[in-house]
């Protein structure tokens, strides 16, 4: 049984319980607060494996709460989901500009919370036999055991998304691969959202590792198709 811990904030009472009762019944740990700042306080002292954070709270909002938990070297790197009643393209893409691995929009099911939750795990405990230990191409290093990335030997600041988008670009590089396919492949059979997050995701790992990320010579653009990892770039 999986014995991974969640934190959980969520105001309303009663999705706050849903949430707790089937993480808890798929076999993981689950502590909830009704604010933000409760969760901050408490991660003073202790750093979960998983952050499901409402966006719409009293206070300090879910935005604010992720912006601070990504600014933190301890919980920087911990994967983040989203929970919202709100729809708009601009709220999901906001709140993966701040650091969010995924989004989930209210109302949603049970299933599909726990799909995702498990799906966030899987991809975080693949062992690192299963992986290439270190990826080298250009100035661009990879190490896939230790979850890192550089450039020129510098450590980026890379959230896990960006990272697995990354790896799954350079091991693929020259070929094409539609939004589709990453969006499938990243964020799991079980994601229902928009390829608009593979865009968001692109673009800040553009401004992590190009030189200039508006002449972009690692990652290009397919137009109408989606991306490819430039197999000459390194050369």
Same mark, same amino acid.
């Given at each position: ?67 601070? $938990? ?5 919980? #920087?790197?911990?994967?983040?989901? &989203? !929970?919202?009643? %709100?729809?708009?393209? @601009? *709220? ?75 790896? $799954? ?5 020259? #070929?094409?691969?539609?939004?589709? &396919? !990453?969006?499938? %492949?990243?964020?799991? @059979? *079980? ?45």
């Amino acid at each position: 049984m999986s014995r991974e811990l969640i934190f959980s904030v969520e105001d309303e009472v009663h999705i706050q319980q849903l949430i707790k009762y089937n993480l808890e019944a798929a076999g993981y740990r689950v502590v909830t607060f009704e604010s933000g700042e409760q969760l901050l306080q408490e991660c003073k002292h202790t750093s979960p494996d998983l952050f499901i954070l409402d966006l719409m709270l009293p206070g300090m909002d879910g935005l604010e709460v992720c912006r601070t $938990l990504r600014q933190n070297p301890n919980t #920087k790197n911990i994967p983040i989901i &989203m !929970l919202t009643a %709100k729809s708009e393209e @601009f *709220d999901k893409v906001l709140g993966l500009e701040m650091g969010a691995d995924d989004y989930i929009t209210k109302p949603f099911s049970v299933r599909e919370l726990v799909a995702r939750v498990k799906a966030m795990f899987r991809r975080m405990n693949i062992p690192a036999s299963q992986e290439n230990d270190v990826i080298k191409y250009g100035d661009i290093t990879i190490d896939c055991s230790r979850r890192e990335v550089y450039k020129k030997d510098v450590l980026l600041d890379m959230p896990l998304k960006e990272f697995e988008l990354l790896k $799954l670009l350079v091991l693929n590089k020259g #070929k094409v691969m539609s939004r589709e &396919m !990453l969006l499938e %492949k990243i964020w799991g @059979f *079980d994601y229902y959202g928009e390829t608009r997050t593979v865009d968001v995701h692109i673009r800040y790992l553009r401004q992590k590792i190009e030189d200039d990320d508006s002449n972009p010579v690692y990652i290009e653009t397919v137009r109408g198709i989606g991306y490819r990892f430039n197999d000459k770039a390194g050369k």
